[in-house]
């Protein structure tokens, strides 16, 4: 015979388990409702790339990062390739998948995350950067390097606040340098004059 005790808690499990079954059935139900609406809506206007990354986005999750998305996000980049959210978005899927067959996808990505970086997009671009591995931090820090010293600075002030590795970014010279100095107020004063 099983004491009270057991029995209450086993009881609590069960319903707990049971109504954390019930929010993933409606969970599923919701994405699959989203997923039609996104394919009528590409139905009625095939270039909509809104409704396009919906798709990859809701069906990454069940389906995992195949070729289907594969497929989708090069639509993507044909459809939408400067729109800031959905560069933000296709790195973020890219960069963190870690497949090592997407080499040009993850050139694309990293070059789309630099260019945000240049358009001042630098804490959304260190928020994604984070969670992609060393690698592609190093990668995207080399290509912030060819960028001008104040976008350098702000990247890597960002970064390294998040613990992210920013070696690759040239070190300024000392601040004992009076050339130095003449051009760090002067870009202070005129950003336009930054190198």
């Known amino acids: 015979m099983m004491d009270w ?3 209450v808690l086993l009881s609590g499990w ?12 409606q969970a599923d139900q919701r994405t699959q409702r989203a997923l039609n609406i996104a394919e009528k809506a590409i139905q009625c206007a ?9 798709i990859v986005r809701l069906t990454l999750v069940n389906e995992g990062f195949h070729d289907r998305q594969r497929r989708i996000l ?3 980049w044909q459809l939408m390739p400067y729109e800031a959210w959905v560069m933000l978005a296709r790195a973020a899927i890219i960069v963190s998948s870690g497949n090592p067959d997407d080499r040009e996808r993850r050139r694309r990505a990293l070059d789309d995350l630099a260019r ?5 997009a630098t804490r959304s671009v260190v928020a994604i950067i984070r969670g992609a ?7 995207l820090a080399e290509r912030v390097a ?3 010293y104040r ?13 992210i590795d920013t070696t690759p970014l040239s070190i300024p010279p000392s601040s004992a340098d009076p050339e130095w100095v003449k051009r760090h107020r002067d870009c202070q004063d005129n950003p336009r004059a930054c190198p």
């Open 46 to 54: 095939p270039t909509n790339g809104y409704a396009w990354m919906s």
């Open 151 to 163: 976008i350098q600075r702000r990247y890597q002030a960002e970064a390294v606040a998040l613990g």
């Open 5 to 7: 005790t057991a029995m």
């Open 14 to 25: 069960s319903s707990e388990y049971a109504h954390a079954q019930g929010l993933f059935e």
């Open 74 to 76: 090069d639509l993507t």
């Open 146 to 148: 060819k960028l001008p």
């Open 116 to 120: 945000l970086v240049e358009a001042e």
């Open 133 to 139: 591995g060393p690698q592609a931090q190093v990668e």
